[in-house]
């Protein structure tokens, strides 16, 4: 098998959590965003229990709130046994008259649930649950921290119908695609003195460090024309590494599995040009005026 770049992808079949209840436990106040200020502004703390850390770090998190992770084991229903589940209860004041509030990632969350209840049931006197969680506060433009923009559109990404593992395609298939004379745009990271003695119809030579500049997308047409961009290299690795970039930015975007030496092992000459880049300008003969060369018996 000669794809250089192997994703593992777990099976995302899981069943849509239940709501939580909608009613806070016994001992247990339901929290708004204010509240939860007050909380901190009062010298208490704010537990943010959300068990995948990157959506603390990378989603976005309320400035005050304590990252301490909340294993979830147990059943998300009513008669859960919250012994199955696991959180570092040492993190929580020695006065159990000092406020303590905890939110999750929404609705969905039992795990703030749980929790809180837990902790007012060890003696805890003011305990606050935000239900609604890091949404609630999202919703009425609370400040932010740790919020990277790459983060949500990259989890699309890797969850919607473009995803990595349709990415790969072998020579055999992108022949198929030009025999069918599919709209497709080649852009070929490989040195331009190999560009230069046979790459594929159609080819673009751009640097990989340029094809998310201005210049290198200029050679692109719009993520929403119906184009699918083959990116080529020797062996496909290079190619690779700027799949996941030009596919969040909306583009269809295939890398050939086995780079050129692959097409080149299969089907030799066939689909292919060879010399020096066509340009718009001939006094400017540089990567970033180039055309698309086409083999003279298509």
Not at 174 to 181: S, V
């Amino acid at each position: 098998m000669s794809t250089l770049l192997i994703f593992t992808l777990a099976n995302n079949s899981f069943a849509e959590a239940p709501p939580s209840p909608t009613q806070a436990p016994d001992g247990v106040e339901s929290a708004t965003p204010q509240e939860l200020i007050d909380v901190f502004q009062n010298g208490g703390e704010v537990y943010d229990i959300r068990w995948h850390y990157s959506t603390y770090e990378f989603g976005g998190h309320i400035p005050f709130a304590r990252y301490v992770p909340y294993t979830e084991w147990s059943t998300k229903e009513d008669n859960y046994n919250i012994k199955e589940d696991s959180w570092d209860y040492s993190v929580l004041p020695q006065d159990k008259n000092t406020p303590v509030a905890f939110t999750c990632g929404g609705v969905s969350c039992w795990k703030s649930y749980k929790l809180t209840k837990e902790v007012a049931a060890r003696g805890y006197k003011n305990v606050y649950w935000l239900r609604e969680g890091q949404a609630a506060w999202d919703a009425q433009n609370l400040p932010v921290l740790g919020r990277n923009p790459v983060y949500e559109p990259m989890m699309k990404l890797f969850s919607g119908e473009h995803e990595p593992t349709t990415w790969i395609i072998d020579a055999k298939t992108l022949k198929e695609m030009f025999d069918a004379n599919e709209d497709i745009k080649v852009v070929d990271f490989r040195d331009e003195a190999l560009f230069v003695k046979g790459r594929l119809q159609s080819a673009f030579n751009v640097p990989i460090q340029r094809i998310l500049y201005k210049d290198g997308l200029q050679l692109l047409p719009k993520p929403k024309q119906e184009y699918k961009i083959v990116l080529i290299s020797d062996t496909g690795t290079l190619a690779a590494t700027a799949a996941a970039p030009l596919a969040a930015l909306g583009y269809d975007v295939k890398v050939l599995d086995g780079g050129m030496n692959a097409w080149t092992a299969k089907y030799g000459k066939e689909n292919t040009v060879d010399g020096e880049l066509e340009v718009n300008y001939p006094d400017q003969k540089d990567w970033k005026r180039q055309i698309p060369k086409l083999p003279k018996n298509r």
